[in-house]
């Protein structure tokens, strides 16, 4: 396995892609102390401060189809739920389709960018970044009220090193576990884990919008919610949960 560790770089992400590209094997890990261009999902930054969180990308070659992609998405999710429970103890949920949150605010967010031609997925990079040690203060004002930290949980510091290591076995139970025994055992754990499901949400889509209750993932991954026009399926965009 690649371990590709860097003091600083724009994006985890970018540098994954590149090395992906390249044809380094699955399972290649960039990890780094700080980001200059961290990106979050819808174009969004992503604050990386240095030696303050886990900044980390995988390079997987799942033999999916490139429909599948959130797939990965949902993996990724249930392994980091996985360590952070473990880890810090702290109860975390699963906001779909990729956010970890705890008390409403979110400690985890995942971004999946992958390259496919034809029918068939080239590589997929799974990137997360995770809030360890942030101090509640130090976050930039526009996401103070809704980011948080593992550490403002907790209430101590925790290691990052434990923390990664258990992210990183975690993930690639969960990825054997999804390739060996089927996507459905992956679904149900997420489903344990989910804080969207059973909620009100509004759905910010990426052609529309709307409301309604969510009540289940179907097995690609997509959201379904019910409307007073019938059920509606989502598989990428924003939903917020009504408090
Ligand atoms: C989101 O919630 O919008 C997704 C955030 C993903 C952030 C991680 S940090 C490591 C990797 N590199 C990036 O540039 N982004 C992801």
Known sequence: QEIHYFDEVDSTNNAAKKLAANGC??????????????RGRLARGWFSPPGKGI???????????PMDAAKCTLMAAVGVTRAINSVTGIGCG???????????????????EMSAEMDAINFVVIGMGINVNVNQEDFPSEIASVATSLSVAAGCEISRIKLLTAMLS??????????????????EEWKKNSITLGQQVDVYGIDRNFSGQAFDIDADGA??????????????GDVSIRP
């Open 94 to 112: 699963i906001k779909w389709p990729n956010d970890i949150l705890w008390q409403g605010r979110k400690v985890v967010g995942i971004l999946t």
């Open 170 to 187: 975690e993930l690639e139970a969960v990825y054997m576990l999804a390739k060996n025994s089927g996507f459905a055992l992956v679904l």
């Open 55 to 65: 900044w980390l990308s995988v390079v997987l070659r799942p033999p999916f189809s």
């Open 223 to 236: 959201l379904l919610i019910k409307t007073f026009q019938g059920v509606e399926r989502v598989l990428a």
């Open 25 to 38: 094997p699955e399972g290649t890990i960039v990890v780094a102390e700080s980001q200059v261009g961290g």
